[in-house]
């Protein structure tokens, strides 16, 4: 059974930090891009940043730029997102995706974690 369960989310002033993880099992982790997404209400899910399966490309949306951080270690079947200088704009549910395109699809989603900034 596939999981991806993320984790570090909760309630920050602006300005400040939060990590979030997102630990998998049930895949070869090593093998699926990883990405971060974010889902504010009334809006369309986004795609925060993407890592590749050996972590040595990634991708960033431009509103992100600069202030998150992806990274992952295959070893722990975990994949990270930094997020530093958080903005009010920044509040969301936070998705961590699982992505592997071979002969077949594969295509996994956690259950989500708040995050919210506010003063």
């Known amino acids: 059974q596939v999981q991806l369960v993320e984790s570090g989310g909760g309630l920050v002033q602006p300005g400040g930090s939060l990590r979030l993880s997102c630990a998998a099992s049930g895949i070869t982790f090593s093998t699926y891009r990883m990405s971060w997404y974010r889902q504010a209400p009334g809006k369309e899910r986004e795609l925060v940043a993407d890592?590749?399966?050996?972590?040595?490309?990634?991708n960033y949306a431009d509103s992100v730029k600069g202030r998150f951080t992806i990274s992952r270690t295959n070893d722990k079947s975990t994949v990270y997102l930094q997020m530093n200088s958080l903005k009010p704009e920044d509040t969301a549910v936070y998705y961590c995706?699982?992505?592997?395109?071979?002969?077949?699809?594969?295509?996994?989603w956690g259950q989500g974690t708040q995050v919210t900034v506010s003063s």
């Open positions: 890592i590749s399966s050996a972590g040595g490309s990634t």
């Open positions: 995706n699982a992505l592997r395109r071979w002969s077949e699809t594969r295509d996994y």
